[in-house]
């Protein structure tokens, strides 16, 4: 699907030239403070819809006024699972629903194309964008604590101070996915096995097979994010020193680079997860959701440490009953350096 016209909305796909109708919304909605910097380089934009990593598509009158934008992000043009983002509704088109049909029309396109659903962090200051993905089919799969850096500017938060912000993290299906193991940690086996069935992903709670044993050491992928000021570690493979090793790279990370939270990824495909990941605990590292991951095959389970972010409940808006039940397992699974009652 390429195109989709109303009397009063046209929905299509922004062509490769096009990537400067994206910069200006941005600013427009957010002046110089988007969080994603490449979104304000046209020659960027239009380098990514060229080669397929990016998707870009509008909602406009019919006169060609921009009303609505929504993006996917893919790793590679071939993913199965894209990361949607850069949602701008204009002032002028509030109040028509047309973030849920432009969202619609991005899923259809992904149907289409086989993939398997797309996923996006969504902010936890308000509740409108998460209330506007549960109208489409998407389920929160986890909270990102303290994901939002402090210097992006949301009009619509339920207060005005600057600090860093949470994210709710949805994921809306469009295709079954092919079916897999999930090795889950006993102390969060529940939970996933909720997740799982809410968002009806094809993961299945499974056993390590008997006599199982981690790997020796564990394989750690460290990522840095300077515009959010924090950091994703992903462990392709989960060892049996991966306390060990976690607690040098992110005392790495938040006394010699001085972020603010750093965020890990465990494969819940790799028997080793439900081994070791336990171990986190005692560095008060903390359960934040199921996430895909590029570098991992399957979902994974994601792992959040904070550095000097105190978090409350009051700081996280939700939107479902099903998000409330899971804020508040992440919120009890914080140390509680990182938190206050709300």
Known sequence: MTTSTTDDVVLRRLGPAEGAILTSAIRTAYGPSY?????????EVRARLTDG?????????????????????????????????????????????????????LMDWARDRGMAGMYSEVTAAHPYSQKANLAVGAWETGFLLGWIPATVANDAA???????????????????????????????REV??????????????????????????????TEIDRDHNLAVLTATE???DLAEVVGA??????????????????????????????????????????????????????????????ITADDVVVASDHGRELLDYVLADLPHTSRQPG
């Open 192 to 221: 996933i096995g909720r997740t799982l069935d809410r968002s009806a992903l094809r993961g299945r709670l499974a056993e390590p097979p008997p006599g199982a044993e981690p790997a020796v050491r564990t394989v750690l992928h």
């Open 249 to 310: 790279v992110r005392h790495r990370l938040f006394h010699h680079d001085r972020l603010d939270a750093v965020y890990l990824d465990l494969p819940l495909v790799s028997p080793g997860t439900a081994l070791v990941a336990e171990d986190l605990e005692a560095l008060g590292v903390s359960y934040a959701g199921i996430f895909p991951n590029h570098r991992a095959d399957g979902d994974v389970l994601r792992m959040q440490s904070l550095h000097g972010i105190r």
């Open 158 to 188: 339920t207060d005005t101070v600057r600090r860093r912000r949470s994210a709710a993290f949805f994921y809306a299906k469009v295709n079954d996915g092919h079916d897999r193991p999930v090795y889950a940690p006993p102390r969060h």
């Open 35 to 43: 969080d994603i910097r490449w979104v304000y380089d046209a020659d």
């Open 238 to 240: 989960p060892g049996a």
């Open 53 to 105: 990593r990016y998707v870009s598509v509008v909602a406009e009158t019919p006169g060609g006024d921009l009303l609505c934008h929504m993006g996917l992000a893919l790793a590679t043009p071939g993913d199965v699972v894209g990361h949607a983002g850069q949602a701008v509704t204009l002032a002028a088109a509030r109040g028509r629903h047309l973030f849920t049909r432009t969202k619609r029309f």
